[in-house]
């Protein structure tokens, strides 16, 4: 369900796209076809982004299945991996769904067309390593080329960064 719970804003869908995720299987083959949406955030009477400025940025909200199923934030168990699932498919949505959102917005000219993307803290990690993988795919639109990566966290340390949480240790 994706009724804002205040009602203060609204959610309009700007892009949706099938996306191909790992079924089970330990190789990592795509198998399965998830739809990924992807929404923009409106506010008209600046009651969530209080903002009166020229240029008001836009915000967008992205939905997956495995987040759409989160109740809370951290809604998983990290005993058994599905935040970590949860996490690896959002990244996954969000390298995947770039493309939609530039010509949703106006195409490379006018629209989002990103030179840098910022990645923050182990939960998002996963999208560096999915736009390497589109830039040596060779596909023809060349959209991830020349695209610059930032890592930045704020806490260091294992205990902050997933390490101790892991469920694989």
Do not use: W
């Amino acid at each position: 369900d994706l009724t804002p719970a205040n009602k203060a804003y609204e959610l309009e869908e700007v892009a949706s796209k099938k996306m191909l995720v790992p079924d089970g299987d330990p190789n990592g083959n795509y198998k399965k076809e998830k739809t990924i949406r992807l929404f923009e955030l409106k506010d008209p009477d600046n009651k969530i982004i209080p903002y009166n400025g020229p240029n008001k940025p836009k915000f967008y909200m992205l939905f997956t299945e495995l987040t759409g199923a989160m109740r809370q934030q951290y809604g998983f168990s990290y005993k058994d991996g599905a935040m970590y699932g949860a996490y690896c498919e959002f990244a996954r949505g969000v390298v995947d769904i770039m493309p939609e959102l530039t010509e949703a917005t106006g195409g490379e000219e006018k629209g989002f067309n990103p030179k840098h993307v910022l990645i923050h803290d182990y939960h998002s990690s996963a999208a560096m390593k999915f736009i390497e993988d589109a830039k040596k795919s060779g596909k023809e639109d060349h959209y991830y080329d020349g695209i610059k990566l930032s890592y930045i966290f704020h806490n260091a340390g294992a205990a902050y960064q997933g390490k101790d949480i892991s469920p694989y240790e």
